[in-house]
T-cell receptor, first 111, second 113 residues
Framework: GQSLEQPSEVTAVEGAIVQINCTYQTSGFYGLSWYQQHDGGAPTFLSY????GLEETGRFSSFLSRSDSYGYLLLQELQMKDSASYFC????????????FGDGTTLTVKP | DTGVSQDPRHKITKRGQNVTFRCDPI?????LYWYRQTLGQGPEFLTY????????KSRLLSDRFSAERPKGSFSTLEIQRTEQGDSAMYLC???????????FGSGTRLTVV
């Protein structure tokens, strides 16, 4: 089967840097995605890593280590609007685009 | 393109009734997915279409659930004989060939009373 683990809650202050970790167990791993979801809203795609290393998109970066079955999402210069749930999701080679999501990390940004 | 549209946004139904939801994906996306999400959980895969072909359906999905995507355009998800456990947010997503991340719709929130 597949499993993903991420912390349930993270709190940080405005302007800080926060890292949300995700560990996964799955056969046929192909890539790791990250999504943001505000309360009452739809998940929004943030990033995708298929290869080891860091992918940077503005204030957000995502990292993958395939050998450690581990990834993280790094949010810099936190803003109040970053308060949301963040989900990691694994994509398996044989899944034709289907993703398995973690249960999400609720990020609270305080002034 | 206005993104992925879902209708209705909210649905309240009595237990035992049938409900149908509609999803209009981004027009150039050939892949369409249905996911279900309950409070505090991540989206859970239900089914997947490539063009008009339904290529995979979750083993967790009972026979009360059926989905179609006629002509590879919009899709419908029907739940027959609804149960209280069906109460959830039903999310539709689309993506182009290959994997570039999903674009999700705003979802249909179903409440079974």
């Amino acid at each position: 089967g597949q499993s993903l683990e991420q912390p349930s809650e993270v709190t940080a202050v405005e302007g800080a840097i926060v890292q949300i970790n995700c560990t996964y167990q799955t056969s046929g791993f192909y890539g790791l995605s990250w999504y943001q979801q505000h309360d009452g809203g739809a998940p929004t795609f943030l990033s995708y890593n298929a290869l080891d290393g860091l992918e940077e998109t503005g204030r957000f970066s995502s990292f993958l280590s395939r050998s450690d079955s581990y990834g993280y999402l790094l949010l810099q210069e936190l803003q109040m609007k970053d308060s949301a749930s963040y989900f990691c999701a694994v994509y398996r080679r044989d899944n034709a685009g289907k993703s398995t999501f973690g249960d999400g990390t609720t990020l609270t940004v305080k002034p | 393109d206005t993104g992925v549209s879902q209708d209705p946004r909210h649905k309240i139904t009595k237990r035992g009734q049938n409900v149908t939801f509609r999803c209009d994906p981004i027009s150039e996306h050939n892949r369409l997915y249905w996911y279900r999400q309950t409070l505090g959980q991540g989206p859970e895969f239900l089914t997947y279409f490539q063009n008009e072909a339904q290529l995979e359906k979750s083993r967790l999905l009972s026979d009360r659930f059926s989905a179609e995507r006629p002509k590879g355009s919009f899709s419908t998800l029907e739940i027959q004989r609804t149960e209280q456990g069906d109460s959830a947010m039903y999310l539709c997503a689309s993506s182009p060939g290959g994997f570039y991340g999903y674009t999700f719709g705003s979802g249909t929130r179903l409440t079974v009373v």
